[in-house]
């Protein structure tokens, strides 16, 4: 009896370990599938990643050819660029009424390029300009033409760039939002009431009449040349880099504050670390924070 007792026993462990085993191959699998299927979706990604979705119903391609976009009915554009080289300007006074003209070129036939897709919903144009992981930055080339009528009643315009290079001529918008990383930004000749920007690892140029600026520099280096009569310029600046050249003769009153950083003015006035610099009549509002980079205002 004691043997047999023994016996089952031994056999019951052996199932249990079977058992066992079992499991542990049938999880391995799982696992194994699971990880590999993982790691094919990653690759798929980077070679030919997809393309955020618009919120819209109906979406269209411009395929390389030059596609012109019926936009009466629209109040504001929204632009994401990632990976490529835009440049929006005004068109000619020419220009059928409230259209937007896209033009796409690249320098080589080595890359699937990806196609700009846009949409209008609700009184917006949205464009998704964007190329391949693979591309350079160069290698796309997207210029849109904004018929003169509808800068002129624009309400907003709001880009949002990753790894682009934006070129931005004579626009003329009531409000301009610019989220950058990464990119190298250059407007000339903008005429914009009230404008705010956020800028990270970027190379920015703002060169026009602006009424209210509110510019965030995490990091990079940015560079204003404010025309006309501006009313507020406001700089927070992190590890950056920046200057503020005002019109010739133009009053301020700058409110100033530094941590680690420096904030230096012209042989105009004296440079304060912290505290209130007036100049002139005072009336254009200025207010320059820095934590460990700089900003030197001057005139041009």
Not at 221 to 230: M, Q, S, W
Not at 260 to 281: C, H, K, L, N
Request: with cysteine; net charge negative.
């Amino acid at each position: 009896m004691r043997r047999f007792s023994r016996m089952r026993t031994d056999g019951t462990q052996d199932a249990d370990r079977a058992r066992l085993l079992v499991a542990a191959i049938v999880l391995g699998a799982l696992l194994f599938v699971a990880l590999t299927s993982l790691l094919f979706y990653f690759v798929v990604q980077m070679t030919n990643p997809s393309i955020p979705p618009i919120p819209i119903a109906q979406k269209a391609r411009v395929d390389f050819e030059p596609q012109v976009i019926e936009a009466e009915a629209v109040k504001r554009i929204e632009i994401d660029c990632a990976r490529a080289t835009v440049t929006m300007q005004r068109g000619k006074s020419t220009q059928p009424l409230a259209t937007v003209r896209i033009e796409e070129t690249h320098r080589d036939d080595e890359h699937d390029h990806i196609p700009t897709v846009w949409s209008i919903s609700g009184g917006t144009l949205y464009l998704d300009i964007r190329d391949s992981v693979s591309a350079w930055m160069d290698t796309k080339h997207t210029v849109v033409t904004v018929s003169p009528d509808l800068f002129d009643q624009l309400e907003m315009l709001s880009i949002d760039s990753s790894a682009a290079e934006l070129s931005l001529v004579d626009l003329a918008s009531d409000a301009l939002e610019i989220t950058a990383e990464a990119s190298s930004i250059q407007i000339d000749g903008a005429t914009i009431p009230t404008a705010k920007v956020r800028l990270s690892s970027t190379a920015a140029k703002f060169d026009g009449r602006f009424g209210d600026l509110d510019c965030t520099l995490t990091s990079g280096d940015a560079k204003l040349i404010a025309r006309g009569e501006p009313k507020r310029i406001t700089f927070t600046v992190g590890a950056g880099a920046a200057t503020i050249a005002l019109p010739k003769n133009q009053g301020f009153t700058a409110h100033t504050s530094a941590e680690a950083g420096e904030i230096t003015f012209d042989q105009r006035v004296e440079s304060p670390e912290q505290g209130t610099v007036m100049y002139g009549d005072g009336s254009l509002d200025l207010a320059v924070s820095v934590s460990s980079g700089s900003v030197h205002i001057t005139e041009q």
